[in-house]
Nanobody
Framework: QVQLVESGGGLVQAGGSLRLSCAASGLTFSSYAMAWFRQAPGKEREYVAGINWSGGFTYYTGSVKGRFTISRDNAKNTVNLQMNSLKPEDTAVYYC??????????????RGQGTQVTVSS
């Protein structure tokens, strides 16, 4: 049974930082690209960041470039999202996903339940 469990969300003031983590189990972690998505109330799901199986390729949506950093540890089956200089518009439920790199963001094989990030102004 595949499980992706996110942690690290919370309430932070604008300009602050949070580090999200996603622990994966039940899958061959190093065979998958990993990604972070977010969804705010009333808005479409947004592909925030992605990292290929080796960590050699990454993707960031324009609004987070230079502020967020995605990383993975294949030995620990974890993927992280370091979020700096947070803005109120970053407020959303963030969830991690496992997928094939070339099929992101349209096709996701597995996803977690999500963790709430709230940025106050």
């Amino acid at each position: 049974q595949v499980q992706l469990v996110e942690s690290g969300g919370g309430l932070v003031q604008a300009g602050g930082s949070l580090r999200l983590s996603c622990a994966a189990s039940g899958l061959t972690f190093s065979s998958y690209a990993m990604a972070w998505f977010r969804q705010a109330p009333g808005k479409e799901r947004e592909y925030v960041a992605g990292i290929n199986w080796s960590g050699g390729f990454t993707y960031y949506t324009g609004s987070v470039k230079g502020r967020f950093t995605i990383s993975r540890d294949n030995a620990k089956n974890t993927v992280n999202l370091q979020m700096n200089s947070l803005k109120p518009e970053d407020t959303a439920v963030y969830y991690c996903a496992a997928a094939a790199w070339l099929k992101l963001p349209r096709v996701i094989d597995y996803r977690g339940q999500g963790t709430q990030v709230t940025v106050s102004s």
